[in-house]
């Protein structure tokens, strides 16, 4: 396979990049990509705590993430983003753990795109998503997205734009049927419409989990720094708009369909198909299915661009064997897309929540680390140019860094109750987040000795 690397400081010269567009829309999938896989939000808490829930959460896990990001992601525009920050930072032991905790994570994050992406296309044709037919359906996903990435970051930026005008086109309709429904007062009992009362029997942690869930990710557009047009200036723009955007997008279609009067205890994962079915019929209800599967598509195809650019990162630091620097002629590194596609692939099989939870202790160890390289940034690099800077004096990063952290354990906290392989998922996710340390001492040494094999070869150099 073809591949060329680019010349020394110079990382992708002559690659076409992402504009501002492609960019909004690519972070968009990142973290979100519609009002789809909310369901178990609003059915484990009730229209009023699903909105609360979705309200207040951006301001303490999203809206301070974000600006951490900007300011970083304008400052340092490396390719490995959050890595480069951490790793310049604290130094290259803590920079390899924060990109262990980001590919660990992703083995468990990825996994859940392909799984839904067959669950909502169970409601078209269940026939055609059961046992070995929906496996071969989620490696279908992998596969495709893997191909697309193939193409380059400008590709599938590009192709996210038309790809989320599509995705979030039913839920417009369903919006507009949710509001003649409500206004003709046809269901529910608060007020014509449906209650906002939380369910009984149901555990409100799950809601909080997923809620979380669906509003992390910021950090991932960052990964693709070299790729992206003029970064110091779309990266803070892009993630504060994508972040009043995500809001908006999962505020309103809930508003809706309690104006409407459908029951909350009605939704689990899928169930805005069967919420169009009520609203606009089969026809809308078809819309769904297809929309909210390309979604899956769009948000796991764009996660790709962003994970696999962090081993190519690593290897140029020496951390990874050299195979993974290798790029094609559009800045693809094909050989960190391919060996990532085929471990995720062999994650498939989860449930859902299981992924949530061992995703969030993950990710959520992994933006404390990002927090902690803010601070230390500011205090040791104050005439670093910041084109984006957090307004305040430098005790305010330490302050926005409360909130998401204190979310983090509690994620910790909740993650004792779920189950995988014999123990808590909170004990599997510290013991995959542990594993990082002798890790590290692995891939040390095994980079010395690559670099003592290189001098035995050359040795007049």
């Keep these: 396979m073809p591949s060329s690397k680019p010349a020394a400081g110079q990382p992708n010269a002559g690659i076409r990049k992402l504009r501002l567009l492609p960019l909004l829309a690519a972070t968009y999938f990142m973290v979100s990509g519609g009002p789809y896989d909310l369901e178990d939000i609003i059915g484990f808490g009730g229209y009023g705590r699903a909105l609360w829930l979705l309200c207040l959460l951006p301001f303490f896990w999203s809206f301070p993430t974000a ?186 279609p809930i508003v809706a369909v309690a104006w409407a009067g459908i029951p909350a205890e009605r939704f689990s994962t899928g169930a805005w198909v069967d919420a169009a079915h009520i609203l606009g019929g089969s026809a809308l209800a078809v819309g769904v299915v297809l929309a909210g599967s390309l979604d899956d598509f769009g948000t796991f195809s764009n996660l790709t661009l962003s994970y696999t650019r962090l081993p190519h990162a690593l290897a140029e630091d020496g951390f990874l064997p050299s195979i993974f620097t290798r790029r094609l002629r559009n800045g693809s590194p094909w050989v960190s897309v391919i060996a990532c596609g085929l471990c995720w692939a062999l994650a498939l099989g989860f449930s859902f929540e299981r992924l949530i939870t061992i995703d969030l202790v993950l990710y959520g160890l992994s933006m404390i680390l990002e927090f902690v390289a803010l601070v230390l940034l500011r205090r040791n690099e104050p005439h670093l140019p910041r084109p984006f800077r957090i307004p305040g004096p430098d005790w305010v990063p330490v302050l926005l860094g409360l909130s998401p952290a204190a979310l983090t354990v509690y994620a910790l906290y909740a993650s004792r109750t779920e189950t995988v392989a014999g123990m808590s998922a909170l004990t599997f996710a510290l013991l995959i987040a542990v594993a990082g340390l002798p890790l590290y001492v692995v891939v040390k040494i095994s980079k010395q000795s690559r670099s003592n094999r290189r001098a035995d070869l050359n040795p007049e150099s």
Excluded: C
């Design 67 to 252: 600006l951490m990001l900007g300011e970083l992601a304008s400052a340092v525009p490396a390719e490995g983003g959050f890595y480069a920050w951490v790793r310049r930072a604290m130094g290259p032991f803590w920079g390899f753990q924060e990109a262990w905790l980001s590919l660990s994570a992703s083995v468990f994050d990825m996994a859940i795109y392909p799984t839904t992406f067959v669950l909502y296309l169970s409601h078209l044709a269940p026939s055609l998503t059961r046992g070995h037919r929906g496996i071969l359906l989620e490696l279908a996903v992998v596969a495709a997205a893997v191909i697309w990435n193939l193409r380059g970051a400008a590709a599938v930026g590009e192709g996210s734009v038309r790809l989320w005008i599509f995705a979030i086109s039913p839920f417009l309709i369903l919006i507009v049927a949710a509001i003649f429904m409500g206004l003709r007062g046809a269901h529910g009992t608060f007020g014509g419409h449906a209650s906002f009362a939380a369910p009984e029997g149901k555990a409100f942690s799950t809601a909080i989990l997923v809620a979380m869930w669906n509003y992390m990710g910021w950090d991932n557009a960052t990964t693709i720094a070299n790729e992206v047009e003029n970064p110091q200036r779309n990266y803070p723009r892009v993630i504060l708009l994508a972040a009043v955007m995500v809001m908006l997008t999962y505020v309103v």
